[in-house]
């Protein structure tokens, strides 16, 4: 089975060393939505603060085969105006 790398980019990378064996790069696109799923919720409200990242899946050699990318920022709210006499 293929060994696929999960890898962290954020200002800093945390590179996936030892990957996991999945069968196809179908199962790697699961594996990589459940992975960032679990590193929001692990993220809370500093999600929130602007925050990008990204979640680069990779193969064996070392080939980017897709990209997750993630951030967040919030509408400014709305300004409220006096209502017209």
Known sequence: ?????FNIIDGYSSLDDR???????????????????????????????????????TDEKGAILFTLRFS?????LPIKRPKAS
């Open 1 to 5: 089975m293929p060994r696929y790398f």
């Open 19 to 57: 990957g996991t064996e999945l069968r196809d790069i179908y199962e790697a696109h699961e594996a990589s939505i459940r992975l960032s799923g679990e590193i929001l919720r692990e993220m809370g409200g500093k999600f929130w603060n602007g925050t990008q990242w990204k979640l680069e899946v």
């Open 72 to 76: 967040a920022e919030e509408a400014p």
